[in-house]
C-alpha cells in the first residue's frame, strides 16, 4: 500500500450496511486528505459526542432532509473517539457495521503515546520511512529520534554548530512547523548535552516561535556592528544592545543556509529593521533589508519584495489548511503595507498596482478552487490547534484544564481583518512595548455574516445546531454560558459582555470583580461599525481603525483585563473585502438576510429564483449549515450593491473575509 490511509479506505465501502460506526480514538478519520476521500466515496461523517446532538443531526440530516449537495444518496460514517463504539445508540449499533482504526494498528514496533502527539498530516513521511526499512520495535527515545529525522527533517545528535541549530530554528518558525512538545523536549536534551549550546536559551527559542523571532531581533544591531562570533567584549555587548533574552550576543546570521531566511523574516514583517550606519559596508547589500533608512524608499523597496515573494508561494491546489492560514498572514502584511501608504504615493506606483491587481486575481481564483475541495472537511478538524472559529471554545477549555487557576478572556473584534489587525498591532505596541503577541489565524464560517460566524465562536459549535437563531445574535449569550456549563462551570463563573470597543468598560469591571469568575466573552463592534458606514474602500478601513486604535479603547479594555490577572486571546468572527456593486436584488420579503456580499433564503427555490437574475453569484451548498439556510454569495468581489459602487462588505468567501487573526496577548514583564 502506497499511503496509510489505504488500510483505512479499503473498509471504508459504502453500500454493505446503513451506517457505518468507527471507533477511532487517535482521530485518523479526521486526517483533511483522508477525510476528502471519505466524502468523496459517499459518506458524511459525523462525530459522536453529544446524544441529544446526535439525534438533532441524524434526524435533520440523513433520515428527512434532502442531499444538499445533489441527489446523490449519503451515507452516515459515525464516529466515534473512544476505543469502541458501545455508546452507540442501540438502533445503531444493531443496524449498522462496526470498525475500529488506531496508530498502533498502522505502525507496529512504534511507541504510540509519541505517535499520538503528531499531527495526522505528518504521518506519510514516517509511514513510507517504515515501509522502506524494518519494522523492529523502537522505544519511546528511539521512537521519538525516527520521527524527528522521517517527519522533521532533524538529528538532534547531529547538530553542532550554532549555524546548524540555527538553520533548524529558522526553518521550523518560518514556516510555522507545529512540533509536539515531547519532541521538543527529546531535541532540547540532546543539545543541552552540547558545551556548544550550554549558554543558548533552548526552552524558550525551541518551542516558542515569537520568543525566538524576539531573540533575533536583539541580536540583529548586534550582528550589525561587527562580524560573526562571538567577540570578547561579549558581556559589554550585551549591556549596551539591552538584550533581554538569555543567550550569546554574536550569532552567524550571515551564513549562506541562515541569510536567505533572515531577508525574508524582515520582508514579511516578522523582523523590524533597525537603523544602523555601517552595516552594508561590513556585511554586504544584502542586510538592507534589515535598516532602516528613509521611510518612503524603505517602504516601496520591501512592497516589490513582498510582492514577488508572495507570487512565489500561493499555495498548490492540493495544500494542507495551514498552508492557506501561514499564506493568509504574508498576503495581509502586502495589504496592510499597500494600504497604509499615503493615497499620493499610491497613485505613483502604478507599476505595483497592476503586479498587486494581478497577483490578487492569481490568490482570488487559487483560494476559491480550495475551499471547493477541502473547506466542507475542516469543521470536522480537532479543535486543538484551532482551526475553524467554533473550536476556540473546546481550545480555551482544554487551556483551563491543563492549568485549573487560569482566567481566560475571548474578545472577539467583529470584522477585524487579518491585515486590519496588523494595523492595530502596530498602535498597540506603540502604546505598551510591553505587550507580547502570538499570533495564528483559523477559519471563519461561511457565509460570513455576524449571525453565522460570531454565534459559532460562541456556542462552539457549528452553525447546525443554532438553527432557530441562525439570522440573530441575541442568544450568544445563552449558548456561551451553556457551553462553559456543560464543562463543569457555574453561571457565576461565565461572564459575557457586549460594546467593549468604547463604553462598556464599567460594566466589564463590575464583572471582573466576582473572584471566582473564570471565563469571560467579549465583543468589540467597532471595526464592524467602521465598515459598515465605510465609502472610502480598504484604505478607509486602516485608517479609521488605526485612529481609534489611538484613542487607546483597545489598550486599557487590555489593561483592565490583565490587571485582573486574565490570560487574553482576541479573535475575529469574519474579515472584509473592497468590492464593486453588480446590483441589488429586488427579492422583497425572499431574503432572511440581506448583506452586500450574502443573502440567506429559507428556501432553496426562493435562492434559485434570485440566482436565475443574478447568474454571476454563487449558490453556497457546503455542510454545517442549518437545513432551511440557503446562503447566495456574490462571487468575487463583487457585492449585491447598485452597480459600480464602491464598498466594503463581508458575507462572501474571500481569503480576506474567510480566515480570522488568532492572537494569545500577554503582558511581558522584564
Known amino acids: 500500500m502506497s499511503s496509510w490511509r489505504d488500510h483505512i479506505l479499503d473498509d471504508l465501502v459504502p453500500g454493505i450496511a446503513p451506517v457505518t460506526l468507527a471507533a477511532d480514538p487517535d482521530c485518523l478519520l479526521l486526517e483533511e486528505e483522508l477525510l476528502g476521500e471519505i466524502q468523496a466515496r459517499g459518506f458524511d461523517l459525523l462525530t459522536f459526542d453529544d446524544p441529544v446532538a446526535f439525534r438533532l443531526a441524524h434526524e435533520t440530516r440523513f433520515r428527512t432532509a434532502p442531499d444538499r449537495r445533489g441527489s446523490v444518496a449519503r451515507e452516515l460514517l459515525l464516529r466515534f473517539g473512544e476505543d469502541d463504539v458501545t455508546a452507540a445508540p442501540h438502533d445503531l449499533l444493531q443496524e449498522g457495521r462496526a470498525l475500529r482504526f488506531t496508530l498502533a494498528e498502522l505502525f507496529p514496533g512504534l511507541n504510540s503515546l509519541v505517535l499520538a502527539d503528531l499531527d495526522r498530516g505528518d504521518l506519510d513521511a514516517l509511514y513510507r520511512a517504515r515501509k522502506e526499512s524494518s519494522s523492529e520495535e523502537l522505544g519511546e527515545t528511539a521512537t521519538k529520534d525516527l520521527i524527528l529525522h522521517t517527519v522533521f527533517g532533524v538529528r538532534p545528535t547531529e547538530i553542532g554548530r550554532p549555524t546548524e541549530?540555527?538553520?533548524?530554528?529558522?526553518?521550523?518558525?518560518?514556516?510555522?512547523?507545529?512540533?509536539?512538545?515531547?519532541?521538543?523536549?527529546?531535541?532540547?536534551?540532546?543539545?543541552?548535552?552540547?558545551?556548544?549550546?550550554?549558554?543558548?536559551?533552548?526552552?524558550?527559542?525551541?518551542?516558542?516561535?515569537?520568543?525566538?523571532?524576539?531573540f533575533l531581533q536583539e541580536r540583529w544591531p548586534v550582528f550589525l556592528d561587527g562580524s560573526d562570533g562571538e567577540t570578547p567584549d561579549a558581556c559589554e555587548t550585551k549591556g549596551r544592545h539591552g538584550l533581554t533574552i538569555s543567550g550569546p550576543a554574536n550569532l552567524p546570521l550571515g551564513d549562506h543556509d541562515v541569510r536567505a531566511y533572515v531577508d525574508n523574516l524582515f520582508t514579511e514583517g516578522k523582523l523590524t529593521p533597525v537603523p544602523h550606519e555601517k552595516g552594508a559596508d561590513r556585511h554586504g547589500a544584502w542586510v538592507t533589508v534589515g535598516i532602516r533608512k528613509d521611510p518612503g524608499t524603505d517602504r516601496r523597496l520591501r512592497l516589490a519584495k513582498l510582492l514577488n515573494h508572495t507570487a512565489g508561494t500561493i499555495p498548490q491546489p492540493g495544500a494542507r489548511h495551514a498552508a492557506w492560514l501561514a499564506f493568509a498572514w504574508r498576503w495581509a502584511e502586502l495589504g496592510a503595507l499597500w494600504w497604509t501608504t499615503d493615497a499620493a504615493v499610491r497613485q505613483n506606483l502604478s507599476k505595483e498596482r497592476a503586479a498587486l491587481d494581478d497577483l490578487r486575481h492569481d490568490v482570488d481564483l487559487a483560494f476559491t478552487a480550495w475551499i471547493e475541495l477541502r473547506y466542507d472537511g475542516l469543521h470536522n478538524q480537532p479543535p486543538v490547534p484551532p482551526v475553524m472559529v467554533h473550536h476556540l471554545p473546546r481550545y480555551l477549555a482544554r487551556r483551563l484544564e491543563e492549568a485549573p487557576s487560569t482566567r481566560?478572556?475571548?474578545?472577539?473584534?467583529?470584522?477585524?481583518?487579518?491585515?486590519?489587525?496588523?494595523?492595530?498591532?502596530?498602535?498597540?505596541?506603540?502604546?505598551?512595548?510591553?505587550?507580547?503577541?502570538?499570533?495564528?489565524?483559523?477559519?471563519?464560517?461561511?457565509?460570513?455574516?455576524?449571525?453565522?460566524?460570531r454565534q459559532a465562536i460562541f456556542a462552539g459549535r457549528p452553525p447546525f445546531y443554532f438553527g432557530p437563531s441562525i439570522h440573530t445574535t441575541e442568544k450568544e449569550q445563552s449558548l456561551w454560558t451553556r457551553f462553559w456549563a456543560d464543562q463543569g462551570l457555574t453561571n457565576r463563573q461565565i461572564a459575557y459582555v457586549k460594546g467593549?470597543?468604547?463604553?462598556?468598560?464599567?460594566?466589564?469591571?463590575?464583572?471582573?470583580?466576582?473572584?471566582?469568575?473564570?471565563?469571560?466573552?467579549?465583543?468589540?463592534?467597532?471595526?464592524?461599525?467602521?465598515?459598515?458606514?465605510?465609502?472610502?474602500?480598504?484604505?478607509?478601513?486602516?485608517?479609521?481603525?488605526?485612529?481609534?486604535?489611538?484613542?487607546?479603547?483597545?489598550?486599557?479594555?487590555?489593561?483592565?483585563?490583565?490587571?485582573?490577572?486574565?490570560?487574553?486571546?482576541?479573535?475575529?468572527?469574519?474579515?472584509?473585502?473592497?468590492?464593486?456593486?453588480?446590483?441589488?436584488?429586488?427579492?422583497?420579503?425572499?431574503?432572511?438576510?440581506?448583506?452586500?456580499?450574502?443573502?440567506?433564503?429559507?428556501?432553496?427555490?426562493?435562492?434559485?429564483?434570485?440566482?436565475?437574475?443574478?447568474?454571476?453569484?454563487?449558490?453556497?451548498?457546503?455542510?454545517?449549515?442549518?437545513?432551511d439556510c440557503h446562503p447566495l454569495l456574490a462571487r468575487g468581489r463583487k457585492a449585491f450593491a447598485p452597480e459600480g459602487s464602491r464598498v466594503v462588505g463581508h458575507g462572501g468567501a474571500s481569503l480576506e473575509e474567510l480566515v480570522v487573526p488568532l492572537v494569545e496577548i500577554e503582558r511581558r514583564t522584564t
Do not use: C
Not at 543539545?191 to 536559551?201: G, H, M
Not at 429564483?609 to 454545517?624: D, E, I, K, M, S
Open 408 to 453: 481566560i478572556a475571548l474578545i472577539v473584534v467583529d470584522g477585524l481583518a487579518v491585515d486590519q489587525w496588523i494595523t492595530l498591532r502596530a498602535v498597540l505596541g506603540a502604546q505598551r512595548p510591553a505587550l507580547g503577541f502570538r499570533t495564528a489565524a483559523v477559519f471563519a464560517w461561511a457565509p460570513t455574516i455576524t449571525s453565522v460566524s
Open 165 to 214: 541549530l540555527l538553520h533548524v530554528l529558522l526553518r521550523r518558525h518560518y514556516r510555522g512547523v507545529r512540533i509536539p512538545e515531547t519532541l521538543d523536549e527529546r531535541l532540547i536534551e540532546a543539545l543541552q548535552r552540547k558545551q556548544t549550546f550550554k549558554e543558548w536559551p533552548l526552552g524558550v527559542i525551541v518551542p516558542d516561535r515569537e520568543a525566538f523571532f524576539a
Open 500 to 627: 467593549l470597543g468604547g463604553g462598556a468598560r464599567a460594566e466589564l469591571a463590575e464583572l471582573l470583580s466576582r473572584p471566582e469568575l473564570r471565563v469571560v466573552g467579549g465583543v468589540v463592534h467597532t471595526v464592524d461599525d467602521i465598515m459598515h458606514g465605510m465609502e472610502l474602500g480598504t484604505a478607509g478601513m486602516h485608517n479609521q481603525i488605526r485612529q481609534w486604535a489611538d484613542e487607546g479603547h483597545l489598550t486599557r479594555l487590555l489593561d483592565t483585563l490583565f490587571d485582573e490577572g486574565f490570560t487574553v486571546f482576541l479573535t475575529s468572527d469574519h474579515g472584509n473585502i473592497e468590492a464593486r456593486g453588480a446590483g441589488r436584488p429586488s427579492e422583497g420579503s425572499l431574503a432572511t438576510t440581506r448583506g452586500k456580499r450574502a443573502r440567506l433564503y429559507s428556501d432553496a427555490t426562493l435562492r434559485d429564483q434570485v440566482l436565475a437574475r443574478f447568474p454571476n453569484a454563487v449558490a453556497w451548498a457546503r455542510g454545517g449549515l442549518p437545513p
